[in-house]
Structures are given as C-alpha cells and as structure tokens.
C-alpha cells in the first residue's frame, strides 16, 4: 500500500464546476499537508499548505485536512480553464522528505 | 516572493557527454535544496537532498557518481549529469526551503534529451 493515495483521473468537469480532488494516507504522524498545481512541462506550484487538522481558505481554493479519517481534500470553486492541470497532494512528518501523490489530471471544459 | 529559477529549460546532449543544471533561489535562503527526476504522467520521485555546506543525502538506487550534487551557497544548488546517457532523459526539478522548512518551493524544471 502506498503512503498516499491519489486518484489520477483524469478528471473533466465543465467551467464553472466545483471541483473536489482528494488524498488518503497512511502515516497519522504527517503534520504537514500542501496541493501543488502543475502545468505539463513545468515545476510544481505550491498552492495551499496547512498544519494539521482544520480548513484554509485563499480565493477560490479551500484546502481541509482531516487528520482523523487520514484524508485531505482541495476544493476549486468557479473552475476556470485556466485552472486544467495536474495537481499534487504532498505531505510530510517534521523535517521528513515530502511525500507526494500520484497527481490527478483535470480539465476544465468551456 | 519564494521564486526558484534553472537553468537551463532545456539540454539536448550527445551520449557521453556531462550536462549541469543550476537551481537558484531569487528571494530567500535555501538551507535545504531538493532534486527530484519525474517521468512522464508520473509523479515526482527524489533523487537527492542537499543541505548548505554538506554533502547531498541520495536516495536509495539513485548514483551518486553519476548525479553530482554541490549546493556551494544559500541561493546556488547545481545537478551534474556525468556521462550521460539516453535512459537519463526526463524532466529534472529542483526545489528550495527556507530555514523554517515549512513547505519546499520548485523551479520550473529542465528537460534533459541524451541523443
């Protein structure tokens, strides 16, 4: 069984669409809990990162994390096409190395 | 702020030949720079950690002699692919955290083509 699991899609919403990506994990001793976005044939883009349990909020992205049930969801409110990417869930324990998702592949169809 | 540059964006080398690819961080202090290969469709997978002053941590099947680390300042990580060879062709991202290390910063990437 993998640390994290990430669905990889591909996932095709139309604009508009609230979009829901998710992680499960395995190590209840990660602390650390980020969605990087990245475009094909560039590097990551951090988007959320959070500390522990609870929710975030920037613009149009709500990131939560619920410790409890070892499970991570980033939320895209008013999906545009520009938001059609790969997106990573990453996580890690102290000043561990990131453990990554698989990415989830999504478009976002005008 | 937290911008991460390489260089270059892309290589296209002859098989034999070494290539260096140079992470910088533009706004702050990387204490801990990170270099992960990633193939397509895939997700990343670390190849070496490397703090400031000391030798990189490879990961395990990953050669060092072949994948030359030196992060000789707070700002400067370089990745040497040594006599390269076309199963090295991938995508190469490095990646900067600050002294907090709360989260890690990518680079754009580099996209290396042995021939």
């Known amino acids: 069984q993998k640390e994290v699991e990430q669905d990889p899609g591909p996932l095709s919403v139309p604009e508009g669409a609230i979009v829901s990506l998710n992680c499960t994990y395995s190590n209840s001793a990660f602390q650390y809990f980020m969605w990087y976005r990245q475009y094909s044939r560039k590097g990551p883009e951090l988007l959320m990162y959070?500390?522990?349990?609870g929710n975030k909020e920037d613009g149009r992205f709500t990131a939560q994390v619920d410790k409890s049930s070892k499970y991570i969801s980033l939320f895209i409110r008013d999906s545009q096409p520009s938001d059609s990417a790969t997106y990573l869930c990453a996580m890690r324990e102290g000043a561990q190395k990131l453990v990554f998702g698989q990415g989830t592949r999504l478009t976002i169809n005008p | 702020g937290a911008v991460v540059s390489q260089h270059p964006s892309r290589v296209i080398c002859k098989s034999g030949t070494s290539v260096k690819i140079e992470c910088r961080s533009l706004?702050?202090?990387?204490?801990?720079m990170f270099w992960y290969r990633q193939f397509p469709k895939q997700s990343l997978m670390l190849m070496a950690t490397s703090n400031e002053g000391s030798k990189a941590t490879y990961e395990q099947g990953v050669e060092k002699d072949k994948f030359l680390i030196n992060h000789a300042s707070l700002t400067l990580s370089t990745l040497t692919v040594t006599s390269a060879h076309p199963e090295d062709s991938s995508f190469y991202i490095c990646?900067?955290?600050?002294?907090?290390?709360?989260?890690?910063?990518f680079g754009p990437g580099t996209r290396l083509l042995v021939l």
């Open positions: 990646s900067a955290s600050g002294s907090r290390q709360e989260t890690q910063y």
């Open positions: 959070t500390y522990s349990s």
């Open positions: 706004d702050f202090q990387a204490t801990t």
